[in-house]
């Protein structure tokens, strides 16, 4: 069954780092353009960023940028979102999900992804 589960989120000082893990089965993430995504209480669902499925390069938003990176270990078959320099408004749910189509390595908007996870919960607090 194709399914992607998020983990690695927590609870993190402002400043401080937070790596989370995509791990996927059913399928392989490598042929994937996979996306992270984030949701606070109230809010929409936002983009934060995504790794390309033809030559992982990556986008992020801008709000993200020099504090974020994405990255793939195809032999786990997993995506990580590493996070640093964490602020307050970094706290929200990140799901990840992959491009509803391989090989395709645009995607337009959030409509393009499928296959989301669950979820995993990042605070950031003093």
């Known amino acids: 069954q194709v399914q992607v589960v998020e983990s690695g989120g927590g609870l993190v000082q402002p400043g401080g780092s937070l790596g989370l893990s995509c791990a996927a089965s059913g399928f392989t993430l490598e042929y994937y353009t996979i996306g992270w995504f984030r949701q606070a209480p109230g809010k929409e669902r936002e983009e934060v960023g995504c790794?390309?499925?033809?030559?992982?390069?990556?986008y992020f938003r801008d709000s993200v940028k020099g504090r974020f990176t994405i990255s793939r270990d195809n032999k786990k078959n997993t995506v990580y979102l590493q996070m640093s320099s964490l602020k307050p408004e970094d706290t929200a749910i990140y799901f990840c999900?992959?491009?509803?189509?391989?090989?395709?390595?645009?995607?337009?908007?959030?409509?393009?992804?499928?296959?989301w996870g669950q979820g995993t919960q990042v605070t950031v607090s003093s």
């Open positions: 790794i390309s499925s033809s030559d992982n390069s990556t």
């Open positions: 999900a992959a491009r509803t189509t391989a090989y395709i390595a645009y995607a337009r908007n959030q409509g393009d992804f499928g296959s």
